[in-house]
Nanobody
Framework: EVQLVESGGGLVQAGGSLRLSCAAS????????IGWFRQAPGKEREGVSC????????DYADSVKGRFTVSTDNAKNTVYLQMNSLNPEDTAVYYC??????????????????WGQGTQVTVSS
């Protein structure tokens, strides 16, 4: 059984940092790209970042470039999203998901076969 489990969310003040983790089990990490998505109340889910497990390629949404960094620890089957300089617009539920296709934020969400349960990130002003 494939499982993705996010952790690391919480409440932080504007300008602060958080690191999210996505621990994967039941999946061969090298066969997937892992994406990070977020959904704020009343808004559509949007892609934030992704990383290709086999080649380390990355992609970022314009809104987070220069502030967020995605990385992976293959030994732990875990992907991280380091989020710096957070602002209230970053408030959302953050999800990680796995796709057998390459890392690209243009990959449709329906191509992500496995999803975590989400972790809440709240940034206060």
């Amino acid at each position: 059984e494939v499982q993705l489990v996010e952790s690391g969310g919480g409440l932080v003040q504007a300008g602060g940092s958080l690191r999210l983790s996505c621990a994967a089990s039941g999946v061969n990490f090298d066969d997937y790209a892992i994406g990070w998505f977020r959904q704020a109340p009343g808004k559509e889910r949007e892609g934030v970042s992704c990383i290709g497990e086999s080649d380390g390629s990355t992609d970022y949404a314009d809104s987070v470039k220069g502030r967020f960094t995605v990385s992976t620890d293959n030994a732990k089957n875990t992907v991280y999203l380091q989020m710096n300089s957070l602002n209230p617009e970053d408030t959302a539920v953050y999800y990680c998901a796995a796709t057998p296709y390459f890392c690209s934020l243009t990959t449709p969400t329906e191509e992500y076969h496995y999803w975590g349960q989400g972790t809440q990130v709240t940034v206060s002003s």
